[in-house]
Structure formats: structure tokens, C-alpha cells
């Protein structure tokens, strides 16, 4: 309902077929706003470390290197442990 209906002595300062300077300002500040979004939300964000992520990297590059180096040690002693046999087969060449 327009002002000019519910206050009969009063007149509406804006035209409702068109948008007056302040209107139009507007409009052009929200349609930069929204593309300015779109273009912030489509951008990567630069790749930065993160210190607790390249501490926990680094635990668990010398765990594997430690638990890789037991691993080793058992099976050497699995092998000490173990006695091979070769036997030839019967009229093999």
C-alpha cells in the first residue's frame, strides 16, 4: 500500500516506476557486493603450513622408520632361526 493512500494530505517522495539517485546507488553497490562474492568464493585460499600438521608428519615419518627398522631385525632372526635344506630330486639334470 502506498503512503499516499494511507495519509491522504501527504505525497510519496519516490516514484514506485522508477528508482530515484539513492535507489540506484544502491542497487549498483549490491550487484558489486554480489559479484565481488562470487568471484572471493570461487578463489582458492593460499596454501599455508600449519606447524602441528608438519610436527605430526614428521612423528610419523620416524615411526615407520623405526617400526620398519624391528621389522627388519626380526626377520633377520627369524632366518638365523631357521634351517634350510636344499636336497637335489631324483633325475633332475
Known amino acids: 500500500m502506498r503512503i499516499s493512500r494511507a495519509f491522504p494530505g501527504t505525497r510519496s517522495s519516490r516514484s514506485t516506476r522508477r528508482l530515484d539517485g539513492r535507489g540506484s546507488r ?3 553497490v ?3 557486493t554480489l559479484i565481488a562474492g562470487v568471484a572471493l568464493s570461487l578463489k582458492k585460499p593460499d596454501p599455508v603450513p600449519v606447524e602441528a600438521n ?10 615407520l622408520a623405526r617400526r620398519n627398522a624391528d621389522i627388519a631385525q626380526q626377520n ?3 632366518r638365523r632361526q631357521v634351517m634350510l635344506t636344499v636336497v637335489p630330486l ?4
Open 26 to 28: 544502491l542497487a549498483g
Open 90 to 93: 631324483e633325475g633332475a639334470p
Open 76 to 78: 633377520t632372526e627369524r
Open 54 to 63: 608438519i610436527l605430526y608428519n614428521q612423528l610419523l615419518r620416524e615411526e
Open 30 to 32: 549490491s550487484l558489486l
